[in-house]
């Protein structure tokens, strides 16, 4: 889910991380720990963040397109936590309701 504030100047993104893509990088890169703690790790969030800026430059996006911080959860959106629909559509308002502490800490070190 990217997610932008109206007084920030840059997009954060919250992201569940595919687990066979991320501990093959991790086992790649020297870095330890299971699936859990890859998502806490700095180097592997740094490394998605990375990917997503790749990409972003290949579709030629503005500089303010760009997201600048991401958190990774190891769990998926899911309907338990009222995160989707039974169609698997995102519910922003609950998704931004859920991860609000998240977000705010992006928007904080990121600055």
């Not at 086992?27 to 990409?55: Q, R, V, W």
């Not at 760009?66 to 009222?82: C, G, K, S, T």
């Not at 039974?86 to 519910?91: A, E, I, L, N």
Request: hydrophobic share 35%.
């Amino acid at each position: 889910m990217v997610y932008g504030n109206s007084f920030e100047s840059f997009l954060v993104a919250v992201v569940n991380p595919n687990k066979e893509a991320l501990e093959s990088w991790a086992e790649g890169n020297g870095t330890s720990g299971d699936f859990e703690a890859l998502c806490e790790n700095p180097k592997a969030k740094e490394y998605i963040l990375g990917e997503l800026s790749k990409t972003g430059k290949e579709k030629k996006l503005k500089g303010f397109e760009f997201i600048r911080a991401v958190h990774l959860d190891p769990v998926p959106f899911d309907m338990e936590r009222d995160l989707i629909t039974p169609t698997y559509k995102r519910k922003r308002p609950q998704l931004l309701k859920y991860y609000q502490g998240a977000i705010d800490n992006m928007y904080k070190s990121a600055k």
